[in-house]
């Protein structure tokens, strides 16, 4: 099974980076193949990233993804673009946002009223692990 992993990477708004390994540490140990795995790191993209050849490498991920889990407590086009991508193809998104910001989170989180698109908040670490597990366990059990 693959998961592509997503959030805000520009504009250095980077203050979720620990919460989006802490969602790869998850997959990773449910055997789960993390596509898109560099976005845990707070540098990433540097200086010396060919744009395009990071592009070319998100839409073959995109393609590969049984579904999608981001970060999405800040507003990212980026991610909005990502997870409309995997929409289409009709696969499962999870879309994880800081419970403490809630106010402040995009109706297009919260309310979206595509079935496959579900928003949870989190308030720490544990809910974190939890949600992630529950989001394999309904994927395994739909690729069965």
């Known amino acids: 099974?693959?998961?592509?992993?997503?959030?805000?990477?520009?504009?250095?708004?980077?203050?979720?980076?620990?919460?989006?390994?802490?969602?790869?540490?998850?997959?990773?140990?449910?055997?789960?193949e993390v596509l898109n795995e560099r976005v845990v790191d707070p540098n990433f993209p540097t200086p010396q990233t060919d744009r395009s050849q990071s592009m070319q490498e998100l839409c073959t991920w995109l393609d590969e993804a049984d579904g999608l889990i981001a970060e999405a407590t800040i507003s990212s086009t980026g991610v909005g673009c990502e997870l409309a991508t995997v929409q289409t193809r009709d696969r499962p998104v999870l879309l994880l946002y800081d419970a403490h910001f809630s106010f402040r989170i995009s109706d297009w989180v919260t309310l979206h009223p595509d079935a496959n698109v579900e928003a949870r908040p989190y308030r720490d670490r544990s809910e974190i692990e939890r949600?992630?597990?529950?989001?394999?366990?309904?994927?395994?059990?739909?690729?069965?």
């Not at 949600?131 to 069965?144: D, R, T, W, Y």
């Open 1 to 32: 099974m693959k998961v592509f992993l997503s959030t805000a990477i520009t504009r250095g708004r980077r203050e979720y980076v620990d919460s989006v390994r802490m969602i790869r540490d998850v997959l990773k140990d449910s055997g789960v």
């Open 131 to 144: 949600i992630v597990k529950e989001f394999v366990g309904k994927l395994s059990g739909a690729k069965s």
